[in-house]
């Protein structure tokens, strides 16, 4: 039995075209190397690689895309079986494509069906391959046996999309399940070991079947569906080793798909073109059809859409790359089937007569077509003005993107913006070089561009008003803002930047209404709440301010250390909570914020918040007769003021302490002592001494009689003895 597999794995029964050319591109043997160059060229050459991959497209990526439509469309028995697909589910695609140039949130959902859809696809064609060649090789399988097999590529598929969709997405274009880690290390346990058992049993039996070496090709795709798939997740698990899920869609792996579907596919078609009895069949013809035919699909559309609608090219492009894709994923699962007789015929030399399969049945659409493709002069001017036509637009297109990813060099950026002048990343990149070379009006330019191409897109909007900003241009950036406010009425953070504005041009109640907008449509910007407090608090309205505080701090305790604003500003938001709590006659809370904030400042190494938290602290605990605390804290306070060479502060808060001195009962030479002492500082700071002070003053001398003058020509002695006495 081994030998008769043998002998019919040597023959060329078993092979598509040759053995090398087959397990190399048909059955990607060259996935390993291939994955590894692209993956250490990369890492030292972005840009190299970027281009040459984005090159590789325009010859691999693009003609297998058209490769399933020249399937579907150029026989009318195709086109009408699959009508579904290749009539409505078309326009369908069509349609969405045409809303979601309108629909500013649609492209990520895309995008995720599109990305989590390519493995899916990848495995569907391995999956196919592995039975063509099992079944080229004598192969059998019983209908447990091809379960087995397709549910170790379905378990492989499933392995990657848990992957995928483990934690949050870090793409803005992936929008992931966000699966917890310890559930995904579970499940994929289960699913490692189901895959384990599938395949031992699916691939043993075929195996003792075919024989070893009959079971080659498919082996090399087995392998290439493990590397391809299940070896990303191995690494990530091994060694935290992550792979983008935008690399399954774009770069090499796309491109070693797309080779591998070319090679079928010509195969196929020279078959059945022979099958319908011509003589010959021409590769170089049907390569130029998929060669021009893909860059149709994909070129065109973005261009027409940027310089007609003044659209976004970067988006259009993803727009039309995913649904293109999508479309394909459709089309392709309804038309290749091994089961069809048709298929079957033409790609395991089955018994049936090709020929009888074929069918010569034509519709206008198809004739339309056939002339087209015919000997006409007309039409073969017509077929070399569309190719050169479609050549050099696809020339066009990989310049430009060339330069456009010439980041570092302003002239490139230039004429990447002149080929496409609504290309937002272009105009972004373009704007930021030409700051840097102090070419402002083109900076300008391309900004507002930028905003033209990509209205609902806050990234050139938020750079253009920085800048603006930067250069006190605040009634230009106001007018901006306040344009936007009209499209996005319920962009918060558009709406806490225009009351910025609005504040700095004196819109105080425009200010308070943005920012009142801003909170309803997000109450978690903290930020907004922070202004709308401040604004209130400054139109003498503690009640209104006091919420808008109490919640900022609120939401700020609920971030992350990294995300949180600095502790000085947190501080300050916790004492004019307690400001405010004093003005609406609510003075145990404010005592409780006055402590919250001293405790805050001085694990977090602020020691002016701290002393002046301190002091106010001290002052309402004295109101309360908590003497030996309020005296603790004024001397903290005096502390730390000397320690800051604060004179100002320190002036101020001896007069407080002096004030507690008088009030408490000490001994009044120490409050005279206090007070001479502040009285000394604020002259050296060029202050006045304030009617209550001075009030205190006489009052003390009275008291002291004659010792009074003698403290004022030494008073140390009952200074110290003041910063350091107990109750």
């Known amino acids: 039995m081994a030998n008769k597999h043998s002998s019919r794995a040597l023959t060329g029964a078993l092979w598509i075209y040759n053995p090398w050319l087959d397990l190399i591109v048909g059955c990607g043997a060259?996935?390993?190397?291939?994955?590894?160059?692209?993956?250490?060229?990369?890492?030292?050459?972005?840009?190299?690689?970027?281009?040459?991959?984005?090159g590789l497209a325009l010859f691999f990526?693009?003609?297998?895309?058209?490769?399933?439509?020249?399937?579907?469309?150029?026989?009318?028995?195709?086109?009408?079986?699959?009508?579904?697909?290749?009539?409505?589910?078309?326009?369908?695609?069509?349609?969405?494509?045409?809303?979601?140039?309108?629909?500013?949130?649609?492209?990520?959902?895309?995008?995720?069906?599109?990305?989590?859809?390519?493995?899916?696809?990848?495995?569907?064609?391995?999956?196919?391959?592995?039975?063509?060649?099992?079944?080229?090789?004598?192969?059998?399988?019983?209908?447990?046996?091809?379960?087995?097999?397709?549910?170790?590529?379905?378990?492989s598929y499933a392995i990657l999309f848990v992957n995928f969709h483990t934690g949050p997405s870090s793409d803005p274009l992936f929008i992931s399940l966000n699966l917890p880690g310890s559930f995904s290390s579970a499940l994929l346990i289960v699913l490692a070991v189901a895959f384990l058992g599938c395949s031992v049993y699916g691939l043993s039996s075929l195996i003792g079947q075919t024989g070893l070496r009959g079971m080659l090709p498919s082996l090399t795709l087995f392998a290439t569906q493990f590397t391809w798939f299940l070896l990303p997740t191995v690494l990530a698990l091994g060694g935290g080793f992550h792979v983008p899920q935008s690399r399954y869609s774009t770069g090499v792996l796309a491109v070693m798909h797309s080779a591998q579907y070319l090679w079928i596919t010509s195969y196929y078609a020279r078959r059945e073109a022979l099958a319908e009895g011509r003589q010959t069949w021409r590769p170089f013809a049907y390569f130029a059809i998929l060669f021009a035919g893909g860059i149709a699909l994909f070129i065109p559309g973005p261009w027409i859409a940027s310089h007609v609608f003044h659209f976004d090219f970067s988006r259009s492009f993803l727009i039309f790359t995913a649904l293109v894709n999508i479309h394909h994923f459709i089309l392709d699962g309804a038309i290749w089937k091994l089961r069809e007789g048709r298929i079957a015929a033409l790609l395991l030399h089955s018994q049936v007569r090709a020929a009888e399969a074929a069918t010569q049945a034509r519709s206008r659409l198809i004739d339309g077509f056939r002339w087209i493709a015919g000997p006409s002069p007309r039409a073969r001017a017509l077929r070399i003005s569309l190719a050169a036509a479609l050549l050099i637009w696809g020339t066009v297109d990989q310049i430009h993107y060339y330069l456009a990813l010439r980041n570092d060099n302003l002239v490139?950026?230039?004429?990447?913006?002149?080929?496409?002048?609504?290309?937002?990343?272009?105009?972004?990149?373009?704007?930021?070089?030409?700051?840097?070379?102090?070419?402002?009006?083109?900076?300008?330019?391309?900004?507002?561009?930028?905003?033209?191409?990509?209205?609902?897109?806050?990234?050139?909007?938020?750079?253009?008003?920085?800048?603006?900003?930067?250069?006190?241009?605040?009634?230009?950036?106001?007018?901006?803002?306040?344009?936007?406010?009209?499209?996005?009425?319920?962009?918060?953070?558009?709406?806490?930047?225009?009351?910025?504005?609005?504040?700095?041009?004196?819109?105080?109640q425009e200010a308070v209404e943005a920012w009142r907008a801003a909170v309803k449509n997000d109450p978690t910007l903290a930020d907004a709440r922070f202004y709308l407090g401040a604004e209130l608090d400054r139109e003498n309205k503690p009640s209104d301010a006091l919420p808008q505080y109490e919640k900022y701090l609120e939401l700020v305790a609920q971030q992350g250390p990294a995300n949180r604003p600095p502790a000085a500003k947190i501080i300050g938001v916790a004492l004019k909570v307690a400001d405010c709590q004093l003005r609406m006659n609510q003075s145990d809370a404010a005592l409780q914020s006055f402590e919250l904030a001293r405790k805050v400042a001085a694990q977090t190494g602020e020691p002016k918040l701290e002393s002046f938290a301190s002091v106010n602290q001290a002052t309402l605990l004295a109101q309360r007769n908590k003497t030996t605390e309020a005296q603790q804290l004024f001397q903290r306070a005096l502390f730390l003021d000397d320690s800051l060479h604060d004179v100002s502060s320190e002036a101020?808060?001896?007069?407080?302490?002096?004030?507690?001195?008088?009030?408490?009962?000490?001994?009044?030479?120490?409050?005279?002592?206090v007070l001479l002492r502040?009285?000394?500082?604020?002259?050296?700071?060029?202050?006045?001494?304030?009617a209550t002070a001075s009030d205190l003053r006489k009052n003390l001398e009275r008291q002291l009689g004659p010792q009074a003058v003698a403290l004022r020509q030494n008073s140390d002695s009952a200074l110290a003895d003041a910063l350091a006495a107990k109750p």
């Open 61 to 155: 990526n693009y003609p297998h895309y058209m490769a399933t439509i020249y399937r579907a469309y150029h026989r009318e028995a195709d086109f009408n079986r699959y009508r579904i697909f290749t009539v409505h589910i078309t326009f369908l695609v069509l349609l969405t494509a045409v809303l979601s140039h309108f629909w500013y949130s649609a492209l990520p959902w895309i995008f995720t069906l599109y990305l989590t859809g390519s493995p899916w696809h990848y495995s569907g064609q391995n999956y196919g391959l592995f039975m063509m060649f099992a079944r080229r090789a004598g192969g059998h399988p019983s209908r447990v046996q091809r379960h087995a097999i397709y549910s170790a590529f379905l378990l």
């Open 30 to 54: 060259w996935s390993a190397p291939l994955l590894l160059l692209a993956y250490l060229s990369i890492a030292s050459s972005t840009l190299t690689w970027s281009v040459a991959f984005y």
């Open 412 to 508: 490139d950026l230039e004429r990447a913006s002149r080929l496409a002048a609504y290309d937002t990343p272009v105009q972004m990149r373009l704007a930021q070089k030409a700051i840097d070379a102090n070419q402002t009006d083109e900076a300008i330019a391309a900004w507002k561009r930028a905003m033209t191409s990509s209205p609902s897109d806050p990234s050139p909007r938020n750079a253009y008003l920085q800048f603006l900003t930067s250069k006190q241009r605040y009634r230009e950036a106001y007018e901006i803002t306040r344009a936007a406010t009209k499209r996005s009425p319920q962009d918060a953070q558009l709406l806490m930047n225009h009351g910025i504005l609005a504040l700095q041009l004196g819109h105080d």
């Open 652 to 673: 101020a808060d001896l007069y407080s302490y002096a004030r507690f001195l008088s009030v408490a009962k000490f001994p009044p030479r120490l409050a005279y002592a």
């Open 678 to 690: 502040a009285d000394l500082l604020a002259q050296g700071a060029g202050s006045t001494t304030s």
